[in-house]
T-cell receptor, first 112, second 113 residues
Framework: RKEVEQDPGPFNVPEGATVAFNCTYSNSASQSFFWYRQDCRKEPKLLMSVYSSGNEDGRFTAQLNRASQYISLLIRDSKLSDSATYLCVVGGRGSTLGRLYFGRGTQLTVWP | NAGVTQTPKFRVLKTGQSMTLLCAQDMNHEYMYWYRQDPGMGLRLIHYSVGEGTTAKGEVPDGYNVSRLKKQNFLLGLESAAPSQTSVYFC????????????FGSGTRLTVV
């Protein structure tokens, strides 16, 4: 079983739409969680960390449900520039402390 | 600050040739990583290092070797390149095991013919 599972999409939404991505992780002891964004043929870049209480950064809201081992990312008022692949990322624990585990990514296309 | 710098950015190799990919970071990060990314496969960890002089295997280490002689540099070597090693290679570094994520280099696109 993969450490992090994501729906690969693709998601195609119009500008202004609200879109949500979900992922699940397998290691219940994980302590750090992130969403990364990757544009075509570019390196992944940190979008936001995910905290237990949930957190918001402008149009982006991240939620963590430790009991269900589930992470979500909500994008409101989608912009054309939000088109990218979104990677769900979970930190390792114990012998794998220091490593991050990446989901395969969810592709988003926002159309005019 | 340059962050994480990878060289070269592009390379075409013939089967059986060898090469070294260089990753350099100027952020005094302890942890460094080499990933490969293939279509539909996501990022897969090749090798990583938790400090100068240390290295460890990731998920897909076969066919690769690494060295971390200096804290700021992490080298990835291909001793005898194979077409299956055609990929985009990303290096990343991380300050520690706190809540910070990785900083990635811009990638090396390698084609083995």
């Amino acid at each position: 079983r993969k450490e992090v599972e994501q729906d690969p999409g693709p998601f195609n939404v119009p500008e202004g739409a609200t879109v949500a991505f979900n992922c699940t992780y397998s290691n219940s002891a994980s302590q750090s969680f992130f969403w990364y964004r990757q544009d075509c043929r570019k390196e992944p870049k940190l979008l936001m960390s995910v905290y237990s209480s949930g957190n918001e950064d402008g149009r982006f809201t991240a939620q963590l449900n430790r009991a269900s081992q589930y992470i979500s990312l909500l994008i409101r008022d989608s912009k054309l520039s939000d088109s990218a692949t979104y990677l769900c990322v979970v930190g390792g624990r114990g012998s794998t402390l220091g490593r991050l585990y990446f989901g395969r990514g969810t592709q988003l296309t926002v159309w005019p | 600050n340059a962050g994480v710098t990878q060289t070269p950015k592009f390379r075409v190799l013939k089967t059986g040739q060898s090469m070294t990919l260089l990753c350099a970071q100027d952020m005094n990060h302890e942890y460094m990583y080499w990933y490969r990314q293939d279509p539909g496969m996501g990022l897969r960890l090749i090798h990583y290092s938790v400090g100068e002089g240390t290295t460890a295997k990731g998920e897909v280490p076969d066919g690769y070797n690494v060295s971390r002689l200096k804290k700021q540099n992490f080298l990835l070597g291909l001793e005898s390149a194979a077409p299956s090693q055609t990929s985009v290679y990303f290096c990343a570094s991380r300050r520690g095991t706190d809540a910070t994520g990785y900083t990635f280099g811009s990638g090396t696109r390698l084609t083995v013919v």
